[in-house]
């Protein structure tokens, strides 16, 4: 059988789609029995890591719609991992429960394991490369090209 090469292999958009799929694939296969979908899993520890704080706050910070941030508090409340309080007349600020700490201190363990399976095929210094591009792209090229970028 003939091997077939792809011309793909060369683009970066391509490159790292496949790996993105790789990362997510084990990313939850890793936490497959929390029954929470990766980001629930975000939320959780956004919230832990920044007691009381705002549902937009978290949104922001995980780059996820107002919209599509409602339902997953609601899962994460309805699960008990999650309670709100009223910070004054109108906001209400988010705290992970005993419960959701427990969660999060585990999915932290577990995400730690599922990073060194990848940091580990790197060399420090691949690693560190990859850690300060990636950033650069995260910013949205129309952002970039009118000078408003990072």
């Not at 906001?91 to 990073?115: C, F, N, P, Q, Y």
């Amino acid at each position: 059988m003939a091997v077939l090469t792809n011309a793909l292999d060369k683009l970066l958009g391509y490159q790292m789609r496949r790996a993105t799929a790789v990362l997510m694939a084990d990313f939850v296969r890793t936490l497959s029995d929390f029954d929470m979908r990766p980001a629930e899993v975000t939320t959780l520890l956004v919230i832990a890591e920044n007691p009381d704080c705002s549902q937009s706050e978290v949104g922001e910070a995980i780059a996820i719609k107002r919209a599509n941030m409602v339902p997953i508090i609601a899962r994460l409340i309805e699960r008990g991992l999650v309670a709100r309080t009223r910070v004054d007349g109108r906001s209400l600020a988010l705290r992970v429960t005993d419960k959701g700490a427990e969660h999060a201190a585990e999915a932290w363990r577990r995400i730690a394991e599922h990073e060194a399976r990848f940091r580990d095929r790197l060399t420090p210094e691949e690693l560190e490369t990859v850690l300060a591009a990636l950033p650069v792209l995260r910013v949205d090229v129309e952002d970039s090209s009118s000078g408003n970028g990072q």
